[in-house]
């Protein structure tokens, strides 16, 4: 098997149809492409911004999740404030507590200062229950919930959030609800909302705006919470301005924005459903994912050799590899906020598709 070619190697194939990072490939809207020429214009990335962001970026923030008297720390992308998260609290976590499949680097971080890492297994279904994360949690534990999981697009019910946060109470753990995929997701519970007091929501622009290579997220939280991490924030420098403004422009155009956006991501799920399923090869795990991904199963062993078949139709995937040590050869998973043609091209590929055990 021929290793995975780097992103840098993928950057330098143009027509490539970009499905293995679920970032978002679709023309932006011009409002954010002209706050970036007018931020280059001005010449802002001659200055630092302000240590926690831009007042009204961070406004809009707390006010797109709807999370009254939260406040909210921009950060160097979602995995900025999760590296903080897992880093500056670690002397105060006993164990981080996480699901596989999920996204692994929140759990390396913690490992990396010591604290262990337990992860319950929720494949192929896609959700922990809190009866599965109380026989691996302690008393004062971190619950890393990613919501809609990425890579199977399930997302929790606001019953099965209610029972998650009864046993954070009752153990007095922390919980990171990692929310990066909420803007593509149809009835979305913040656990912030339940449990304000131990809740810490990251947020990304990576993917329902398209800014993943700006570097730009958020943590968000209630203010004296917030205040553990921003006392001495990872990045006093600030995170990077010409993005900050980008996210305005994206939040202020926010909902014609993500009709577009979500339209095109359901209508290509549905066209890599399809191509699956007249196939005869592989199935949709979650159906509907809530994300901006399908996760599809194609057999033990076979995830990666699927990836590197698609690679010479010019089709980017991943496999399941990267975030589920337990079943991630057996699933790949499409992202689906793109255009039409490399959803349509995808379709092609995988009904030539031709891959033994
Ligand atoms: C679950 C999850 N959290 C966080 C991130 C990182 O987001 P950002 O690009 O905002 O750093 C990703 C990116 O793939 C992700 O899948």
Redesign the pocket.
């Known amino acids: 098997m021929t290793a995975a070619p780097s992103f840098e190697d993928l950057l330098g194939r143009p027509g490539l149809a970009w499905m293995g990072?679920?970032t978002t490939h679709l023309e932006p809207p011009p409002e954010v492409t002209e706050a970036l020429l007018r931020s280059t214009r001005e010449r802002e990335f001659q200055l630092y911004a302000p240590a926690l962001g831009f007042s009204r970026l961070r406004e809009l923030i707390v006010r797109d999740l709807g999370l009254a008297g939260a406040d909210a720390w921009v950060t160097?992308?979602?995995?900025?404030g999760?590296h903080h998260i897992c880093t500056a609290l670690a002397t105060d976590l006993s164990r981080v507590v996480t699901t596989d499949p999920?996204?692994p680097?929140p759990g390396r971080f913690a490992g990396f200062s010591g604290t262990p890492v337990s992860t319950v297994d929720v494949y192929p279904a896609g959700k922990a229950t809190a009866a599965g994360f109380a026989e691996v949690i302690e008393p004062g534990s971190l619950i890393y919930l990613?919501d809609p999981l990425?890579p199977l697009g399930a997302r929790y019910d606001r019953a099965e959030l209610e029972a998650i946060v009864e046993l954070a109470r009752d153990t007095r753990s922390l919980i990171v609800h990692?929310c990066?995929?909420r803007h593509f997701a149809d009835g979305h519970t913040l656990v912030a909302g339940l449990y304000p007091e131990g809740t810490f929501t990251?947020y990304?622009?990576?993917?329902w705006l398209g800014l993943?290579g700006l570097?730009?997220?958020a943590v968000v939280a209630r203010p004296d919470l917030l205040a553990r991490l921003t006392k001495v924030p990872s990045n006093p420098l600030g995170a990077n301005i010409q993005a900050q403004r980008a996210a305005i422009a994206g939040l202020t155009v926010k909902e014609p924005w993500l009709e577009r956006v979500r339209a095109a991501n359901r209508r290509n799920q549905e066209i890599v459903r399809h191509a699956t399923e007249t196939s005869g090869f592989g199935s949709v795990l979650v159906w509907p994912s809530h994300g901006n991904f399908v996760a599809v199963e194609v057999g033990p062993g076979l995830a990666e050799a699927v990836c590197a078949a698609m690679l010479e139709h010019d089709v980017f995937i991943r496999p399941g590899t990267y975030q589920s040590p337990r079943s991630g050869d057996r699933f790949v998973k499409v992202s689906t906020s793109v255009p039409v043609e490399w959803a349509e091209r995808f379709a092609v590929a995988w009904a030539k598709l031709e891959v033994w055990p």
């Open positions: 990072q679920n160097d992308g979602a995995v900025g999760l999920g996204w680097w990613i990425n990692d990066t995929y990251t990304s622009f990576s993917k993943a570097r730009l997220g």
